[in-house]
């Protein structure tokens, strides 16, 4: 079982920058493969990024390449989303997920936390 908690959310400016830290419990965080995803007002949840659990490979949405960046720290069990340049486009609650495979797709994901809100004013 991982227990994932997000913090960092808030709200900016437009071209301001936030960082989401994803913190979870259990031993074999460093086993999983890690991602974001995010969910604005009447729409779907879309994947933002992912990384593997050796933090080998990372990938990210069109939208978000050259903006956002997500790393891990197997040692602190904590997986982060460094997200400059935000757009008004970019408000949604964004989510953390751990998954077994490497995958952006959300129904393979296993575990979820709960949410933190990113508003981006313009």
């Known amino acids: 079982q991982v227990q994932l908690v997000e913090s960092g959310g808030g709200l900016v400016q437009a071209g301001g920058s936030l960082r989401l830290s994803c913190a979870a419990s259990g031993r074999t965080f460093s086993s999983w493969n890690m991602g974001w995803f995010r969910q604005a007002p009447g729409k779907e949840r879309e994947f933002v990024a992912r990384?593997?659990?050796?933090?080998?490979?990372?990938y990210y949405t069109d939208s978000v390449k050259g903006r956002f960046t997500i790393s891990r720290d197997n040692a602190k069990n904590t997986v982060y989303l460094q997200m400059n340049r935000l757009k008004p486009e970019d408000t949604a609650v964004y989510y953390c997920?751990?998954?077994?495979?490497?995958?952006?797709?959300?129904?393979?994901?296993?575990?979820w936390g709960q949410g933190t809100q990113v508003t981006v004013s313009s």
């Open positions: 997920a751990a998954a077994r495979a490497d995958t952006a797709k959300f129904d393979e994901y296993n575990y």
């Open positions: 990384i593997t659990w050796s933090s080998y490979s990372t």
